[in-house]
């Protein structure tokens, strides 16, 4: 069974701009959920997304935005890029029920603002 | 409030040696706590869970021991090896609520 894709591994973009980051899950998983990864802040959580709609949503700003489609692939937008947006994004998809628990990680998308 | 904390940002063993990284939490509300690696390059890969109902769970070559009275967690790995080598983090989790991962253990495992 293929593991979690994301799409693309890597990503230069500049302040001001925007970015739609893409996440594949496990074949039958329902549930999506993006991070964003730092040196500093470690694993912060974004977003959840179960079945089309958002579950869950970590504090950050508007600017940061998702959706799944009913295929249950999943996207992530940042709008107005700054550069602390700098960071590795990852996705994880878990079981068909639903349960956060087994989460399976992409290998991320690495975003860098300059 | 909400943390998941880990004692040391790095630790360093010989290979054959049992490791054992720390993690404090400060939410007793929790259901359950997950322990992943991360090796460079790569997502979090998911290595052993434990309800908080339970004190101890066995797996393949890690045990995680679970304090509810102090309100820590640790992993044990057993005969490590240079391939353990890796960023190592707690999370913990509650119905209804996304995971709250702490900052990261580095293992550094030198034959």
């Known amino acids: 069974k293929a593991g979690v894709t994301q799409t693309p591994r890597y990503l230069i973009k500049t302040r001001g701009q925007q970015v739609t980051l893409s996440c594949s899950p496990i074949s039958g998983h329902r549930s999506v959920s993006w991070y964003q990864q730092t040196p500093g802040q470690g694993l912060q959580f974004l977003f959840e997304y179960f079945s089309e709609t958002q579950r869950n949503k970590g504090n950050f700003p508007g600017r940061f935005s998702g959706r799944q489609f009913s295929n249950s692939r999943s996207e992530m937008n940042v709008s107005t890029l700054e550069l602390g947006d700098s960071a590795l994004y990852l996705c994880?998809?878990?079981?068909?029920?639903?349960?956060?628990?087994?989460?399976?990680f992409g290998p991320g998308t690495r975003l860098l603002v300059l | 409030g909400e943390s998941v904390g880990l004692h040391l940002p790095t630790l360093s063993v010989q290979e054959g040696d049992n490791s054992i990284i720390n993690c404090a939490y400060s939410?007793?509300?929790?259901?359950?706590f997950i322990w992943y690696k991360q090796e460079s390059g790569k997502g979090p890969q998911f290595i052993i869970d434990?309800?908080?109902?339970?004190d101890k769970r066995q797996g393949q070559r890690v045990t995680v021991l679970l304090n509810k009275t102090v309100k820590h967690l640790s992993l044990q790995i057993a005969a490590t090896q240079p391939g353990d080598s890796a960023v190592y983090f707690c999370?913990?989790?509650?119905?209804?609520?996304?995971?709250?991962f702490g900052k990261g253990t580095t293992l550094s495992v030198s034959s």
């Open positions: 939410n007793s509300a929790s259901d359950y």
């Open positions: 434990i309800r908080s109902n339970m």
């Open positions: 994880a998809s878990s079981s068909p029920r639903g349960g956060r628990g087994n989460q399976y």
């Open positions: 999370a913990r989790g509650e119905a209804g609520t996304a995971l709250i």
